[in-house]
C-alpha cells in the first residue's frame, strides 16, 4: 500500500514526505506545512484542511438521542446502541420539521434503526434491505420487540405517522393496535433499471394512498449505496429530508469505471488529473473510511509501529490463504487489527483462531 501510494504521488513531493517522522505526518492533515516543501503542496495541504468538516456534534444532536427500552434494547452492541440512539434522535426531529408521515430505511439490515424509529420515536418505517433472509430476520424481530413493547406506544405528537403493510405504506388509523410499524422490504437498491423502477413503484404505490411526505435514513450504506441514495433523496419530490452515514468508501466505482461515484461532483471530477486518480485509489479511500485526521493525530511511534506489522502480517496471511481459497474470516481481522502484535507468531494465532481447515504450511 505504502509503495503504491508514493509511486502514485508527484515525483516532486514524495522525498519530503518521506522525510517526516511521525509527529510531523500526524500533523500534516491539520495544515502544517513546511518552508522547504514545494508550493504545490503545501497550497494541496492547506486547501486540504480547509476543507475539512467540522466534525463537533451540534448540542440539539446529543439532546435528542433516544433511549433503548425492552423492545429495541435487544442483540445491540455497545457501538451499535450509541449509532441507533444518535441518529433515531436526529431522524425524529427531521420528521417533525418536515410533517413527515413515514421514513424509509436503506440498508435496514436486521432493522434495529427501524425498530428503535417505530418503538420509541413513534415513527413508522419501512426498511428496504438486499438480503431476504436479513429482512426475516428483521420482521421477526420486530415481532418480538413489539410484544416487549407497551401495549399504548402511539404515533409521536406532531408526526402523521403511517402504517406498513407488505410492500407499502398506508395513511394511519385510529384506535388500537395502529401504532407505528417496521415493516422490511428486500430490495437490492444497485442503480440498475430494474431497482430504480422498483423503487418508483413502491413511492408510487405510497403516494396513491396518501403517503406524500416521507424521509429517507441509511445507517452505513456501504460503498456505491450511499450515492444510489442521495440520487433516490434528489430525483422524488415526495422525500422530504435525507439522514445518511455512509460507509466502506473503498467499495464505490472508482473515477475510471463507467458512472463511478467518487468523487460525485462532476466540476471536481473534471478538475482532477490523470494524477489524481491514480491518488484516489481503493487503498486511499479504505484509509479515508477507517481513520479521522483527529484519530490519526493521536498515534504515538509505538501505535504507527504497530500498525505496520499488523498490516504486514496480515497481508501475507490473506496472501497464502487466498490462494488455497480460504479468505479470513472477517471478525477475526478486525480483532487482530487492536490486538498489540509483537511477531507474525502472535498475530497468526489471532488470524487463524477457530480456523477450521490445516494451517498452510507455508504460513
Not at 207 to 214: A, C, I, N, Q
Request: proline share 5%; hydrophobic share 35%; with cysteine.
Amino acid at each position: 500500500m505504502t509503495y503504491f501510494f508514493f509511486c502514485s504521488t508527484h515525483s516532486e513531493w514524495r522525498d519530503h514526505l518521506l522525510q517526516l517522522n511521525y509527529e510531523e505526518m500526524n500533523a500534516t492533515p491539520f495544515g502544517r506545512t513546511k518552508d522547504t516543501w514545494p508550493s504545490s503542496l503545501n497550497e494541496f495541504v492547506t486547501t486540504s484542511d480547509k476543507l475539512c468538516l467540522d466534525r463537533t456534534v451540534p448540542e440539539w444532536v446529543k439532546e435528542a438521542e433516544v433511549k433503548l427500552g425492552l423492545g429495541t434494547r435487544g442483540g445491540l452492541s455497545p457501538k451499535k446502541v450509541h449509532e441507533v440512539c444518535r441518529l433515531a434522535g436526529v431522524v425524529k426531529c427531521m420528521c417533525l420539521k418536515m410533517s413527515c408521515q413515514a421514513v424509509i430505511d436503506i440498508g435496514s439490515g436486521l432493522g434495529y434503526l427501524g425498530r428503535c424509529l417505530a418503538l420509541e420515536c413513534g415513527v413508522s418505517v419501512m426498511g428496504v434491505e438486499a438480503k431476504q433472509e436479513l429482512t426475516e430476520s428483521a420482521q421477526r424481530m420486530m415481532e418480538d420487540g413489539r410484544r416487549k413493547a407497551p401495549s399504548n406506544l402511539e404515533p409521536c405528537s406532531g408526526i402523521a405517522t403511517s402504517c406498513c403493510h407488505g410492500d407499502r405504506l398506508h395513511p394511519p388509523k385510529h384506535g388500537p393496535g395502529n401504532g407505528p410499524s417496521n415493516v422490511s422490504v428486500s430490495l437490492c437498491l444497485d442503480g440498475t433499471a430494474q431497482s430504480c423502477e422498483q423503487m418508483k413503484g413502491l413511492l408510487q404505490q405510497s403516494e396513491s394512498v396518501g403517503v406524500v411526505r416521507l424521509g429517507v435514513v441509511g445507517l452505513h450504506c456501504c460503498g456505491d449505496l450511499t450515492p444510489y441514495t442521495q440520487k433516490l433523496f434528489l430525483s422524488h419530490p415526495s422525500i422530504r429530508h435525507l439522514v445518511l452515514v455512509g460507509c466502506c468508501y473503498h467499495k464505490m466505482r472508482q473515477p475510471h469505471a463507467c458512472g463511478g461515484h467518487f468523487p460525485l461532483s462532476a466540476l471536481v471530477k473534471g478538475l482532477m488529473p490523470a494524477q489524481g486518480q491514480r491518488i484516489v485509489s481503493t487503498l486511499a479511500l479504505r484509509l479515508a473510511a477507517q481513520e479521522t485526521r483527529e484519530r490519526w493525530r493521536k498515534q504515538s511511534n509505538g501505535n504507527h509501529s504497530n500498525h505496520e506489522k499488523q498490516m504486514a502480517f496480515r497481508a501475507i496471511a490473506e496472501a497464502v490463504l487466498s490462494d488455497k481459497g480460504s479468505p479470513l474470516n472477517g471478525k477475526l481481522i478486525r480483532r487482530a487489527n487492536y490486538a498489540d502484535i509483537g511477531s507474525f507468531a502472535e498475530s497468526l494465532s489471532i488470524l487463524m483462531k477457530g480456523w477450521d481447515s490445516p494451517v498452510p504450511s507455508s504460513l
